[in-house]
């Protein structure tokens, strides 16, 4: 039978000594390891920001539109979260601290009341995700630091979504609009292959035929 997690246990993960840890184990979703760096993942490159110049815009169905600047944003309630965050690249991380604004407190400081059941995140270099409102509703935060320092350009400053219970490509860094919908939309990874809902204790890495991603590949990209 074909059984990746035979696979997995077999798996040798170079220069993570933190991939076993018992203690953990009922919070590691199938087919994940554990590491305690910080891989660095994204298409494209890493954007530079003009802060005067940096909005977060908020628009599309059942709001008027709206501009918040970094400024205006930081003067929001300031919540920190911390969860673990589990990549479709395989790995996960236990206990991240991130600090910003829930989605849900920015909804309610703006009055935006708008129903529509879907969003499109939009960020920078050409990302776009799509995330159903009711996934931020919860503990969804719209983070400008981690472990109490502000993100690293790499991580996403000035701003990244951080939903802690979707695979990782959900979170987008870089954001610069969410766009509410009437109706589901497809963003990049969600057009390229990976699963729309993306839950990774239910392993919804795609949507077809899986990907050939080697089990080992996120081992190789750049780290903090
Ligand atoms: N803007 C943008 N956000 C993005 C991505 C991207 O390519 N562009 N990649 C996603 C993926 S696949 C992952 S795993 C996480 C990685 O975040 P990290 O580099 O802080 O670990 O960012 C997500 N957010
Ligand atoms: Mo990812």
Redesign the pocket.
């Known amino acids: 039978m074909h059984s990746k997690a035979e696979r997995l246990k077999g798996m040798k993960t170079p220069g993570t000594a933190a991939a076993v840890k018992p203690e953990l184990a009922h919070r590691l979703p199938p087919g994940q390891v554990w590491t305690d760096r910080?891989?660095?993942?994204?298409?494209?490159e890493v954007?530079q920001y003009d802060m005067a110049e940096w909005t977060l815009r908020l628009f599309g169905a059942g709001l008027e539109e709206r501009t918040l600047t970094y400024a205006e944003l930081m003067k929001l309630p300031q919540t920190t979260l911390r969860c673990d965050?589990h990549?479709?690249?395989r790995?996960s991380?236990a206990d991240t601290q991130w600090t910003g604004v829930r989605f849900r407190d920015l909804l309610e400081e703006l009055g935006i009341r708008s129903k529509a059941p879907y969003l499109m995140i939009h960020?920078?270099?050409?990302?776009?995700?799509n995330v159903p409102l009711k996934d931020l509703l919860g503990d969804a935060l719209l983070a400008h630091s981690?472990n109490g320092e502000p993100?690293t350009p790499?991580?996403?400053w000035p701003l990244?979504?951080v939903v802690p219970h979707l695979?990782?490509?959900?979170?987008?860094?870089?954001?610069r609009g969410i766009e509410f919908m009437t109706e589901d939309r497809t963003g990049?990874?969600e057009r390229n292959g990976f699963h729309n809902t993306a839950d990774p204790f239910r392993e919804e890495r795609f949507s077809g035929e899986e990907l050939p991603i080697p089990e080992d590949e996120?081992v190789h990209k750049?780290y903090d």
Request: aromatic content about 26%.
């Open positions: 910080f891989p660095i993942l994204h298409e494209g954007p965050i990549c479709v690249t790995w991380k960020a920078d270099t050409d990302y776009e995700t981690y993100l790499k991580h996403g990244r979504l695979y990782f490509w959900k979170s987008a860094k870089w954001i990049f990874w996120w750049d």
